[in-house]
């Protein structure tokens, strides 16, 4: 209403304006983060778009050549057979959920020296990626630490594994390793989200005679579970773009690998910076599908009729118990 | 008062924010004034004529100069310790221009990134990603290539179209670093001069002593990759190998007289699949070798010559390590190849003086540091006396490889990043080989054809000429 009138006034009477302060409060506290974002993150994505219809090197420019990276990626047995190992830092990420929900659930409840249990946890996370791998490379070599504390319990080394060597566990030993890592994170997000459940809640299932199991599953899970479909979206992304523990502890031999560290072969070794950005725009879109995928999963099969928690602990227990699941429904249906 | 604060807000935010912005212009615009001003220079420069690197004469030009230059190095081991104190005596002979080390880890990929701003330092040692057509986008000519390739060592290896760009910081021969102790413990007499002679003397320690008969440093990577350097000149004893490899049709066959470089990757494969080097190859770790080989847990080693300085180093038996030429004969006579290692080049963006000054740095340091006694690597000027460690190459012919024809000076690179088997740039082939012999997943001759159809496929992309 002030605006019509502010129309015609002094400079001074413009910037009183409520609406048009609101602009300008919005506006400057605005364009320094969309500087930073657009400068670090839409112009190199762009540019990455670009270089990957040509081929060149990072120092000399190249030429056009269409569509030839991404055919590239498409023949190449190595790109998606890299992907393979992807599968197993995608398992890893569940298990790593699990623990973290696992540890969360117990915390949430009164824990002496919670703090510390919780720091400790938590720690492994502010760790560098290449430090963590650096000490992994050293807990795994032969006859170090892991080694020494298995001989502790008796093992011969003759009969410990080569944990980095042997192909059928290396990948598991790295994905160990970002477990590791994460697993503390993962914690506190949940841990999060938990203590924003509202007392009143255990209260009243205490006064029932809930059991802790039942009080997770039927208050804690349906009150987190945004978080948690977030947390999966984010490990299962980050499992497609594994590559810390691979490229610092193996450097990718012996079968392990990841999309990521063939590319950055690709961009740095043969300076095949084009193809690098084809695969990586292509694993981009295989990352949006897997997200997509997801959203629509739990959409449809976890969160169905998401509105009321009822339904939803209803659905939820529908899944947990799919071999019950006939009977169950039967039980559940007149409730 | 509500509106006040709001007021007052919005101010401090708009200055804030003004103040900020002025800051990046400042900033910005500072780089801009300099980026024109070194244009400027560029363009001036051969009109007014830097000197060329021969023509300066030591502790007498350009004492007038003031500058400080700054050098940018891979050895983050000795920047702050060896190379500061290099740069401190020459401080005393040129008061006027200091030069300061930066180390950098990840030199190669930092330095692909930076080199492309234009500000990056004065002095770098020029990272192999420069392809020779480039050189003269980031460097400064040092002088032409006739002149300076009868004063230096390895010029050809930062040379284009006859003008040089960079001078190698020394060189290396490729050979074979023992233990002697071990070998004369394990029964050996004579060095051997063929792959199967070196197996057979791998099994020899394997059986008569304690220690690792090869240590392949397999973690470390470029460990691996050094395994490259002796197909060249150690393996054929042909200076044009590495010039014509680009226009060979399958080149990794098996000559069948265990020379080429299938000779040397079967040395490594062998070695491997006949479990004569480490129990856990993942678990190796390249700074507990230096002492390990000192020691004598570890029997041999196969890298350039410039390791004999460290591992000597690194233990309190330094007498008891060797060098020996790479076990491959071609004719009855052993090779050996020189290769320079990285060459320094001056950034060709910065004001003239910053130039000169450093390269009247790099000038001292090739030839009057001791630079190359303290890296045991084989000097810079031609007049200069070879270093100690060649003693064993009694009889054995040292070699560099030859400069590319003209026209030619990029093609190596092109085939060799076009068809991926990295040669000299990429580890990964050769610890495929590796991990090939452990795991018995493919047998030599298939990892070889593999590489030939690669670089034959390399070849037709490129449209390179095959010579027969």
Redesign the interface.
């Known amino acids: 209403m002030n605006a019509i009138v502010a129309e015609q006034k002094s400079p001074l009477q413009f910037?009183?304006d409520?609406r048009v302060?609101r602009k300008?409060?919005i506006f400057?506290?605005m364009?320094?983060p969309m500087a930073l974002l657009i400068v670090f993150t839409y112009v190199p994505f762009i540019k990455m778009i670009q270089f990957s219809f040509y081929d060149r090197?990072?120092?000399?420019s190249g030429k056009f050549v269409g569509l030839k990276n991404y055919l590239e990626v498409f023949t190449r047995s190595e790109c998606f057979g890299s992907l393979a190992v992807s599968l197993y830092y995608m398992g890893g990420a569940v298990v790593q959920l699990g623990l973290a929900l696992f540890f969360a659930s117990l915390m949430v409840f009164k824990v002496k020296g919670a703090g510390v249990y919780k720091a400790c946890m938590f720690f492994p996370y502010l760790i560098c990626g290449i430090a963590v791998g650096f000490i992994f490379?050293f807990f795994?070599?032969?006859?170090?630490v892991l080694d020494t504390i298995l001989m502790m319990f008796g093992m011969d080394l003759e009969d410990i594994p080569?944990?980095?060597?042997n192909?059928s566990i290396?990948n598991i030993s790295l994905v160990a390793t970002s477990v590791w890592r994460y697993t503390g994170q993962n914690m506190v997000l949940f841990l999060g989200a938990m203590m924003s459940v509202d007392n009143d809640l255990y209260e009243a299932a205490d006064l029932d005679g809930a059991g802790k199991w039942q009080k997770f599953r039927y208050i804690i899970l349906p009150s987190i579970k945004t978080i948690i479909v977030l947390n999966l979206i984010l490990s299962i992304s980050g499992s497609l773009s594994a590559f810390e523990p691979p490229y610092v502890i193996?450097?990718?031999?012996?079968?392990t690998g990841t999309y990521f560290v063939i590319m950055n072969?690709?961009a740095?070794?043969?300076?095949?910076v084009g193809l690098a950005c084809a695969m990586a725009i292509v694993l981009l879109a295989i990352i949006v599908l897997c997200t997509v995928a997801q959203k629509l999963f739990f959409k449809y099969v976890f969160t169905d009729g998401a509105d009321d928690p009822e339904a939803a602990a209803e659905a939820k227990r529908q899944r947990k118990a799919a071999k019950a699941a006939r009977k169950q429904k039967k039980e559940v249906a007149p409730v | 008062m509500k509106?006040v604060l709001?007021?007052i807000?919005?101010l401090a935010?708009?200055l804030s924010?003004a103040s900020?912005t002025a800051c990046g212009g400042s900033s910005s615009s500072s780089t801009g004034t300099t980026d024109s001003s070194a244009a400027g220079d560029t363009t001036d420069t051969e009109e007014s004529g830097l000197p060329t690197i021969d023509s300066i004469t030591l502790g007498e030009d350009y004492q007038d100069i003031t500058a400080t230059v700054t050098i940018l190095t891979s050895r983050t081991d000795i920047a702050d310790t060896t190379y500061a104190a290099y740069a401190e005596e020459f401080h005393e002979l040129y008061p006027n221009i200091t030069v300061e080390y930066e180390a950098i880890t990840d030199y190669?990929?930092t330095l692909?990134?930076r080199?492309?701003t234009g500000d990056w330092g004065d002095i770098c040692f020029i990272p192999t990603?420069?392809?020779m057509a480039?050189l003269s986008?980031y460097f400064i000519p040092l002088g032409d290539y006739d002149t300076l390739d009868e004063i230096y060592n390895f010029v050809s290896e930062a040379t284009y179209d006859g003008t040089v760009y960079g001078i190698a910081n020394g060189g290396t021969a490729d050979g074979v670093l023992y233990n002697t102790r071990i070998w004369e413990e394990a029964g050996i007499t004579d060095l051997p001069t063929t792959p199967e002679e070196f197996l057979e003397d791998l099994q020899l320690i394997k059986d008569n002593t304690d220690a690792i008969p090869l240590y392949t440093n397999?973690?470390a990577?470029w460990t691996m990759g050094a395994w490259d350097s002796y197909i060249w000149i150690p393996a054929t004893g042909d200076v044009d190998w590495h010039n014509n490899i680009a226009h060979t049709s399958n080149p990794f066959s098996d000559r069948g007289d265990q020379t080429g470089p299938y000779a040397v990757y079967y040395t490594l494969y062998e070695a491997v699949s006949r479990g004569l080097i480490e129990?856990?190859?993942?678990?190796t770790?390249w700074e507990s070798s230096k002492s390990r080989i000192n020691s004598g847990e570890i029997a041999t080693m196969v890298l350039g010559s410039w390791a004999v300085a460290q591992c000597q180093e690194a233990g309190d038996t330094p007498e008891d390590l060797a060098y020996m030429p790479f076990p491959i004969t071609v004719d009855g006579q052993q090779y050996a190849g020189a290769s320079g290692n990285y060459s320094y080049g001056i950034n060709n963006q910065t004001s003239e003086e910053q130039q000169i000054a450093s390269m009247i740095y790099v000038k001292w340091l090739l030839e009057e540091s001791t630079i190359f006694e303290d890296e045991g690597s084989i000097p810079a000027l031609k007049t200069d006396d070879m270093p100690d460690v060649l003693a064993g190459f009694d009889g054995v012919e040292l070699l560099s490889n030859s400069a590319a024809p003209e026209g030619e000076e990029d093609l190596f690179d092109d085939v060799n990043?076009e068809s991926?088997v990295?040669l000299n740039?990429?580890?990964?082939p050769d610890?495929?080989i590796l991990?090939a012999a452990?795991?018995g997943s493919a047998t030599l001759d298939e990892i070889m054809d593999e590489w030939n159809a690669k670089w034959t496929a390399a070849q037709e992309s490129l449209g390179v000429e095959i010579y027969e």
């Open positions: 910037f009183h409520g302060q300008l409060v400057c506290f364009i320094l090197t990072y120092l000399d490379k795994y070599s032969r006859g170090y080569y944990w980095l060597q192909q290396n193996t450097n990718g031999t012996m079968g072969r690709l740095h070794e043969n300076q095949k | 509106k709001a007021l807000l919005t935010m708009a924010l900020l190669e990929e692909q990134l080199l492309t990603s420069v392809s480039q986008d397999f973690a990577g129990d856990d190859p993942m678990s770790d990043n991926e990295g740039n990429s580890d990964y610890c495929e991990e452990l795991t």
